[in-house]
């Protein structure tokens, strides 16, 4: 049986097309066999190369395709729960078949990135979400924190974290309740009480003690670049490191590329802003002196040769 699929995937296609495969293992319809010989990669194509030096596997982005396959069963997803890249790892949030099992075997997952992924979906299982609130990473936390899908017992033990990123991150969650909210009005920083106050769920006599924290509405003759800043620096009261990774969220383009430029921007944020899909924004990463060699040697694979580039040259440097 094995052989006859391979045979079947091999003709399929005339010479070695990545794009023919990748549409053979998103489609629901291909034989399980197919999808099984994929997923464990163990279908290299019709003509690999027999220079290289590394040994032939499937191609990483026919097993991405794979992991959004919704026939996948759970015995294929425990497969790819294994898979060596990252990025398939990711994609698995998003697969309807993942049972609590697979959930919890990507929350322990060695990558940080996967263990974010699985925290801000807001499918993942409470008792998945109440490992990940005591995950060894504040990132993870923040991710927990801020999921709709949290429970309220695990905001309560979030928002006594010591950490005030993760307790910012508890004040914005819409579904807190007024206790909770209450409790975070009176928190020593500044940033987690602005961040009650900002919170559509904050009752109006909470807010109405906070009120001098209240960002009034930009005028017409506010620039572009002002209103796509959620508040101005104030040296005195705020923390630069917390007002960069604010800004890195801002729905103005221009905010989030100066923002990944900046040397002083939070190392999570610039992770994060290297899996963008601007290639301007993977570029500023590239391009800040502040990214770590490993971001920077994964840029200098990327997909744009300007941010290759620069990668490339920081890295030299």
Same mark, same amino acid.
């Given at each position: 049986m094995w052989d006859q699929t391979v045979d079947m995937l091999k003709s399929a296609f005339p010479g070695d097309h990545n794009d023919v495969l990748q549409s053979i293992a998103g489609n629901p319809r291909t034989p399980i066999e197919a999808l099984e010989i994929l997923a464990r990669r163990e279908f290299i194509g019709a003509t690999p190369d027999r220079h290289s030096i590394l040994p032939p596997t499937t191609d990483d982005s026919i097993v991405r395709s794979l992991a959004y396959n919704p026939s996948l069963t759970p015995q294929l997803?425990?497969?790819?729960?294994?898979?060596?890249?990252?990025?398939?790892?990711?994609?698995?949030?998003?697969h309807p078949n993942l049972t609590e099992a697979l959930w919890l075997r990507l929350a #322990?997952?060695? #990558?940080?990135?996967?263990? #974010?992924?699985?925290?801000?979906?807001?499918?993942?299982?409470?008792?998945?979400l109440e490992l990940l609130a005591r995950d060894e990473q504040i990132e993870v936390q923040i991710k927990v924190a801020t999921n709709r899908n949290t429970p309220i017992t695990v905001l309560q033990l979030l928002a006594n974290n010591e950490n005030p990123s993760v307790r910012t991150a508890v004040a914005s969650n819409p579904q807190l309740p007024e206790t909770i909210l209450t409790q975070l009005a009176n928190d020593e920083k500044i940033e987690v009480r602005r961040a009650v106050v900002q919170n559509p769920n904050t009752p109006a006599p909470i807010r109405e003690t906070l009120r001098d924290l209240i960002v009034q509405p930009a005028t017409r003759q506010t620039s572009p670049t002002l209103r796509g800043l959620s508040r101005l620096y104030n040296p005195n009261t705020d923390d630069i490191t917390t007002i960069l990774a604010e800004y890195a969220s801002s729905e103005n383009a221009f905010v989030r590329f100066v923002t990944l430029l900046h040397p002083l921007t939070p190392s999570e944020v610039l992770t994060q802003g290297a899996q963008s899909a601007s290639w301007l924004e993977r570029y500023a990463v590239a391009d800040n002196p502040a990214t770590n060699n490993e971001l920077r040697q994964q840029l200098a694979q990327d997909s744009n040769r300007i941010v290759r580039a620069a990668a490339r040259v920081n890295t030299n440097s």
């Open positions: 997803l425990s497969i790819l729960v294994q898979d060596p890249c990252v990025e398939v790892r990711v994609c698995l949030v998003r #322990e997952d060695t #990558e940080i990135s996967v263990r #974010e992924a699985v925290a801000a979906a807001i499918n993942s299982p409470v008792r998945v």
